[in-house]
């Protein structure tokens, strides 16, 4: 299974903007890379995802460099209610029978 | 869209009993999972299905069961209830394509097993 490392926590002043870097040296080459945030008794939830260089929303911004050995989702000028749990993740290479794994995640708190 | 609903929302058992954890979705997607979450910790893939009458096991699928019979619904059943299933369960859906999964999750079904 393609594995996934994280930070296990970051903090941050509001305002900032936060770079949370995964690295997935064994992702293969169908896999895309996604990140989901999950705040306290919630299920996750998704905020971006990419295949190659650069995407951004709304929400957040995705590096993903030309080996797609690692990438780094940005979060621009996070507020408090940006704390929460941050996960990224990619599949195991088998396309539509994949099996989804996730990471410990990264607990991002944010504070005046 | 009332997207993915779960049932329970809480349940404690006894050791040893059994039940069957509810989710379904409306959004015709092929790809369903459940998940277990202990405290503290990342999500734990139990079972997952790529379309109805298609499932695999995931990480931990020791003491559960999955079906799928129809492309909405995807029951979790615990076979005889220990304590090391008392958990955060959580099923999720997701168009299935090549590669890219925008999962959707569940509210999540908080379980105690005593």
């Known amino acids: 299974l393609a594995k996934t490392t994280q930070p296990i926590s970051m903090d941050s002043y509001e305002g900032q903007e936060v770079n949370i870097t995964c690295s997935h040296n064994?992702?293969?080459?169908?896999?895309?890379i996604t990140w989901y945030q999950q705040f306290p008794s919630q299920g996750p939830r998704f905020i971006i995802q990419?295949?190659?260089t650069k995407v951004t929303n709304e929400v957040a911004s995705l590096f993903i460099p030309a080996d797609r050995k690692s990438s780094t989702l940005s979060l621009p000028r996070v507020s408090l209610s940006d704390t929460a749990v941050y996960y990224c993740?990619?599949?195991?290479?088998?396309?539509?029978?994949?099996?989804?794994?996730f990471g410990t995640g990264t607990r991002l708190q944010v504070t005046l | 869209n009332a997207g993915v609903t779960q049932t329970p929302k809480f349940q404690v058992l006894k050791t040893g009993q059994s039940m069957t954890l509810q989710c379904a979705q409306d959004?015709?997607?092929?790809?369903m999972s459940w998940y277990r979450q202990d405290p503290g910790m990342g999500l734990r893939l139990i079972h997952y299905?790529?379309?109805?009458?298609?499932?695999d096991q995931g990480e931990v699928p020791n003491g559960y069961n999955v079906s799928r019979s129809t492309t909405e619904d995807f029951p979790l059943r615990l076979l005889s209830a220990a304590p090391s299933q008392t958990s955060v369960y959580f099923c999720?859906?997701?168009?299935?394509?090549?590669?890219?999964?925008?999962?959707?999750f569940g509210p999540g079904t908080r379980l105690t097993v005593t």
């Open positions: 993740l990619v599949g195991d290479g088998g396309g539509t029978a994949s099996k989804l794994t």
């Open positions: 959004m015709n997607h092929e790809y």
């Open positions: 064994n992702i293969a080459t169908n896999d895309y």
């Open positions: 990419g295949y190659k």
């Open positions: 999720a859906s997701s168009y299935s394509f090549q590669g890219s999964y925008e999962q959707y």
């Open positions: 299905s790529v379309g109805a009458g298609i499932t």
